[in-house]
């Protein structure tokens, strides 16, 4: 993973925001993080792992400034890259903010993230670029973990070393170390696998002892109450024949005692149904003299009754033949007292009638009766005519309101109307004045444009000019590097030409002439001077020369390209400053904002003059409405005026004599319901007189058919039909008693008898009951014994059941009761699953640490595992830590260690754990390094060897970061962020320098 761009504000002791190139920084591999102490230097780190993992280590509360102002939203955005590509991921705290909709006090935003993919290198720094992953701050920090491949307790271990954690891992105790290796290294598997062998062999051997009860439970349901139970010891698991032995005894003993109760049981139960065969012929006997002697008495009786039954014979004949005729007695009854009523209607309708309307015939009756209906009809309809009289009086009322009511609004309507054209003129002055300032808007938009233009050309010259500044700075060291190679390449010709002559006397053979002089004889040649160059030398100075040459012409091309865009944009702004244009922007933006409030009120000022014309017209046509509506309500006033004085004429006439219309109605209903009354009770009496009539002729006429002497002897021989039911009834049993008497009488069994026979039932009842008793005793016994049998089998046999379960159980258990001992820490080494993991990634950590501390101690230190540490071993086995000093010959322990001894020990140590960390979670790469302690504790010779190590880093292609406020590190490395206070005191700024 490597972190290529950070952005943050309002986080620690920085009010502002700011941003960090990473890529600038990391091109010589080193990068000093650097400024006074409590400055805000190790902020930056924690920005980067709040981005990350949305929490820091230590008090998460000094996050958000205290310098900040209210309300300004604080934020971590990291720009960073890995194998899968890269992602910008942006973060905010919580944090509290002034209320929106009025109100005092403040409220709190929620934390908030979100989660980009760039597809290019571009969109680094362009906001909002980038195909969104999530905005669920749960969400992303799970994304963020998988893309970055490591804990945030990894990180911190690997990428981030802050103070006070790195050189935590070599002097903490061992315990202490094993829960940091723990965290680091994610060794939950290991501890999950331990504890589930743990429990499943727990509950392994609690199966095998629940195996093992039941057996015993068996074993001990089968021998219940009996002697001789088989002891079981552990023994007896280990060999089961004999106990299985002993089970099967038992129950074939209980098995034969069973049978033997068997057979005594049958023989019991002979008897017992012999017995039973004597009682119920004995019961049969005394049925039958029961049932003889009852015929006989039954016989008997009816004969001492026979007259008495006969009477009721003749009696229940003379009433079923009255019954016949029973519904033409109630018929003649009921028209009887029809007609008693009819006549009791007339007298009652004449006494209500008065003896005017009682004198009257039929037909003088029928002419009262149609005068008296003419006169109510004549009444309802003047009731009805004084009925539209009432509502037409309410009517003028509503007319009278309905003419005041229109005339006030006439009044109201033609007010409105003679305050329009001065509201109108208003409105007309206002919209001149918005279509005016809509016409300046173009100008206004050009303005902001020009001035716009000068203010990009403004912020691109300070960039090009500190582009130029820095192509300065690298023309000088490059003009500085190619005058030194220069004289390097001078210096190694000059050595090499010196040495020359050497060169050739070696090529000199003996006989041959000298390339120089011509001679064949070589009597004392030259010699190469010790420590002279040779022709590779001066070639590789001449090549170096010229490469440091070439580069200075593209530095000073660069320059001058620079430079000369520089003063091209000097040109194009002119007296122009930063200042002045923002001041001109703002004057016509203000001006442009005015304007444009104006002209955006033009089209509403159009409407509401339009809206004013409209509602000038509408007011017009409410008048005319308003006007017709009242005229119309005063004619329709006058016509119903002239209809109620006709209509009260037509009431006072109908009333004639009487108080009101409602009483002369009364009047006349009352006299006609009396006449209708005396004529329907004349009516009806007729009729009922000429049905009774009838009925009674034809009552006499059928009472002699059915051998009645007249109608009043049928009615004294009707009985109610319950009774002659009853007395039907009664005859019917006395039949069917005698019947049944005379057949038991002829039953073969019953005529055989002679009436002296002696059944003895008591004695044969005795007799069964006695031999019932002794079978069921011995089936009782029999039942029992047969339980017993079957018990004991079902006890055996899961008795065995269990044992063969036990054997299956404990084989199958065996393996992993051995295999959980194991793990626990049951072994040879007395060591847990986990210590071991731990313990060989600890030996890769040491290995890996040693590379590197060889380095920065010249070879003096080693660390070594150690099994104690302090003298604790108890949970930490295997996991201390000493140290091999080999000036002494002897082995330290790291809290002998000086300060900067101290400090490049964790170093190389922190350093391993990374690399083992790395090949632990799939061969992460590890782009970025931050060094955030200690480096002012190491003499120079140490700090040479430690920044020697951390090069090599960066060799590797690793940026590293360093943290600290040592001057000469500020000498060393060129690339650097500086942090400082703030000129005001109100926190700290950065500044960067790549």
């Known amino acids: 993973?490597?972190?290529?761009?950070?952005?943050?504000?309002?986080?620690?002791?920085?009010?502002?925001?700011?941003?960090?190139?990473?890529?600038?920084?990391?091109?010589?591999?080193?990068?000093?993080?650097?400024?006074?102490?409590?400055?805000?230097?190790?902020?930056?780190?924690?920005?980067?792992?709040?981005?990350?993992?949305?929490?820091?280590?230590?008090?998460?509360?000094?996050?958000?400034?205290?310098?900040?102002?209210?309300?300004?939203?604080?934020?971590?955005?990291?720009?960073?890259?890995?194998?899968?590509?890269?992602?910008?991921?942006?973060?905010?705290?919580?944090?509290?903010?002034?209320?929106?909709?009025?109100?005092?006090?403040?409220?709190?935003?929620?934390?908030?993230?979100?989660?980009?993919?760039?597809?290019?290198?571009?969109?680094?720094?362009?906001?909002?670029?980038?195909?969104?992953?999530?905005?669920?701050?749960?969400?992303?920090?799970?994304?963020?973990?998988?893309?970055?491949?490591?804990?945030?307790?990894?990180?911190?271990?690997?990428?981030?070393?802050?103070?006070?954690?790195?050189?935590?891992?070599?002097?903490?105790?061992?315990?202490?170390?094993?829960?940091?290796?723990?965290?680091?290294?994610?060794?939950?598997?290991?501890?999950?696998?331990?504890?589930?062998?743990?429990?499943?062999?727990?509950?392994?051997?609690?199966?095998?002892?629940?195996?093992?009860?039941?057996?015993?439970?068996?074993?001990?349901?089968?021998?219940?109450?009996?002697?001789?139970?088989?002891?079981?010891?552990?023994a007896t698991w280990e060999d089961t024949g004999r106990v299985r032995e002993a089970g099967t005894e038992l129950v074939a003993g209980?098995?034969?005692?069973?049978?033997?109760?068997?057979?005594?049981?049958?023989?019991?139960?002979?008897?017992?149904?012999?017995?039973?065969?004597?009682?119920?012929?004995?019961?049969?006997?005394?049925?039958?003299?029961?049932?003889?002697?009852?015929?006989?008495?039954?016989?008997?009786?009816?004969?001492?009754?026979?007259?008495?039954?006969?009477?009721?014979?003749?009696?229940?004949?003379?009433?079923?033949?009255?019954?016949?005729?029973?519904?033409?007695?109630?018929?003649?009854?009921?028209?009887?007292?029809?007609?008693?009523?009819?006549?009791?209607?007339?007298?009652a309708a004449h006494a209500a009638a008065g003896e005017e309307v009682a004198a009257l015939e039929p037909a003088a009756l029928d002419q009262q009766r149609d005068s008296l209906r003419s006169r109510v009809d004549a009444l309802q309809e003047a009731r009805q005519v004084e009925l539209r009289v009432a509502t037409q009086e309410a009517e003028l009322e509503k007319l009278a309101a309905v003419v005041e009511r229109e005339s006030a609004a006439q009044e109201g309507f033609r007010g409105r109307l003679d305050a329009i054209p001065a509201e109108r003129d208003g409105l007309r002055d206002q919209h001149a004045a918005a279509t005016a300032a809509a016409a300046r808007m173009a100008g206004h938009d050009r303005e902001v444009a020009r001035i716009e233009t000068l203010r990009a050309t403004a912020t691109r010259l300070g960039r090009v000019e500190a582009e130029t500044e820095a192509a300065r700075t690298a023309a000088e060291r490059a003009s500085d590097a190619a005058e030194a190679a220069g004289r390097h390449e001078a210096e190694v010709r000059e050595s090499w030409l010196g040495g020359i002559a050497g060169d050739l006397a070696a090529e000199l053979v003996g006989g041959a002439a000298c390339m120089v002089c011509g001679s064949t004889e070589h009597p004392s040649p030259a010699s190469r001077a010790e420590g002279s160059a040779d022709k590779a030398a001066a070639e590789a100075a001449r090549t170096a020369h010229a490469a440091a040459t070439d580069a200075l012409a593209a530095a000073l091309t660069e320059l001058s390209r620079l430079t000369t865009q520089a003063d091209e944009l000097r040109s194009q702004l002119g007296t122009e400053t930063a200042d002045s244009i923002a001041a001109a922007l703002t004057r016509v933006r203000e001006a442009q904002a005015e304007d444009r409030a104006r002209a955006d009120q033009a089209e509403s000022l159009s409407t509401q003059l339009s809206a004013l014309a409209e509602s000038e017209k509408e007011l017009g046509g409410k008048i005319e409405a308003a006007r017709a509506a009242a005229a119309e309500a005063t004619s329709s006033s006058a016509r119903i005026t002239g209809e109620l004085d006709m209509a009260r004429t037509a009431v006072e006439k109908a009333r004639g004599a009487h108080a009101s219309l409602a009483e002369a109605l009364e009047a006349g209903e009352l006299a006609l319901s009396q006449v209708e009354a005396v004529r329907t009770a004349l009516t009806d009496a007729r009729s009922a007189r000429e049905q009774h009539t009838t009925v009674a002729a034809g009552l006499e006429e059928v009472s002699r058919d059915a051998g009645f002497a007249d109608s009043g002897e049928a009615g004294e021989a009707l009985l109610p039909q319950s009774e002659l039911e009853q007395l039907s009834r009664a005859l019917e049993e006395v039949d069917s008693e005698r019947a049944s008497a005379i057949a038991t009488l002829a039953e073969a069994e019953i005529s055989a008898l002679t009436g002296s026979e002696e059944p003895r039932v008591e004695d044969r009842r005795a007799e069964w009951?006695?031999?019932?008793?002794?079978?069921?005793?011995?089936?009782?016994?029999?039942?029992?014994?047969?339980?017993?049998?079957?018990?004991?089998?079902?006890?055996?046999?899961?008795?065995?059941?269990?044992?063969?379960?036990?054997?299956?159980?404990?084989?199958?258990?065996?393996?992993?009761?051995?295999?959980?001992?194991?793990?626990?820490?049951?072994?040879?080494?007395?060591?847990?699953?986990?210590?071991?993991?731990?313990?060989?990634?600890?030996?890769?950590?040491?290995?890996?640490?040693?590379?590197?501390?060889?380095?920065m101690s010249d070879g003096r230190y080693e660390l070594r595992r150690a099994d104690e540490e302090g003298g604790q071993r108890a949970r930490g086995q295997g996991l201390g830590l000493e140290v091999m000093d080999y000036i002494t010959g002897k082995v330290r322990s790291p809290h002998t260690l000086s300060g900067g001894e101290t400090f490049y020990t964790s170093l190389s140590l922190a350093l391993g754990l990374a690399d083992v960390v790395t090949d632990e979670t799939g061969g992460i790469k590890l782009g970025t390094l931050f060094v955030d302690e200690g480096f002012g504790t190491l003499d120079p010779d140490t700090l040479e060897n430690v920044m020697g190590v951390l090069q090599s880093l960066s060799d590797g292609g690793r940026a590293v970061g360093i943290v600290s406020h040592v001057t000469e590190l500020r000498n060393q490395i060129h690339e650097q962020i500086q942090v400082n206070h703030r000129t005001d005191g109100a926190g700290s700024t950065l500044t960067v320098v790549a």
């Open 254 to 347: 209980i098995r034969e005692d069973a049978e033997r109760l068997g057979a005594a049981a049958a023989a019991a139960k002979g008897r017992a149904d012999t017995a039973h065969a004597r009682f119920q012929e004995a019961e049969k006997l005394s049925g039958l003299l029961r049932r003889r002697q009852a015929a006989h008495a039954v016989l008997a009786a009816q004969e001492e009754r026979a007259e008495e039954i006969a009477e009721h014979r003749e009696r229940l004949r003379r009433a079923t033949a009255a019954a016949g005729l029973r519904s033409t007695l109630r018929r003649a009854a009921e028209t009887a007292e029809a007609e008693r009523a009819a006549e009791a209607a007339v007298a």
């Open 1 to 234: 993973m490597k972190v290529r761009r950070l952005a943050f504000r309002a986080l620690g002791p920085y009010p502002g925001e700011h941003v960090i190139d990473f890529d600038s920084l990391s091109v010589s591999g080193l990068f000093l993080l650097c400024g006074p102490t409590g400055t805000g230097k190790s902020t930056v780190i924690d920005a980067i792992t709040f981005a990350l993992y949305g929490s820091i280590e230590g008090d998460k509360d000094r996050l958000h400034s205290d310098h900040a102002a209210d309300g300004v939203e604080p934020y971590a955005e990291l720009v960073f890259e890995t194998a899968s590509g890269l992602y910008r991921v942006r973060r905010s705290p919580a944090y509290e903010r002034k209320k929106l909709r009025g109100g005092e006090g403040t409220t709190t935003v929620n934390p908030q993230a979100r989660l980009v993919r760039l597809t290019s290198e571009d969109q680094i720094d362009v906001e909002d670029a980038g195909e969104a992953m999530s905005a669920q701050v749960s969400e992303v920090g799970a994304e963020v973990g998988g893309l970055v491949g490591l804990s945030k307790e990894q990180f911190l271990q690997t990428i981030v070393l802050p103070q006070g954690q790195f050189a935590r891992f070599l002097t903490t105790k061992p315990d202490e170390r094993q829960r940091l290796l723990q965290t680091i290294f994610n060794t939950q598997i290991y501890q999950d696998t331990q504890e589930y062998l743990r429990t499943e062999s727990v509950r392994a051997e609690r199966t095998v002892d629940g195996v093992r009860r039941k057996a015993i439970t068996a074993l001990v349901s089968l021998w219940a109450g009996r002697e001789g139970m088989p002891e079981i010891g552990e």
């Open 769 to 855: 009951q006695e031999a019932v008793t002794q079978s069921d005793d011995a089936a009782t016994r029999l039942g029992a014994a047969r339980r017993d049998v079957e018990e004991a089998e079902r006890c055996l046999q899961e008795f065995t059941s269990a044992l063969d379960e036990e054997a299956a159980t404990a084989e199958g258990v065996r393996a992993l009761v051995r295999m959980a001992k194991v793990v626990r820490g049951e072994n040879s080494r007395s060591m847990r699953l986990t210590t071991y993991v731990l313990l060989r990634r600890f030996e890769d950590v040491v290995r890996a640490a040693n590379i590197r501390l060889a380095a």
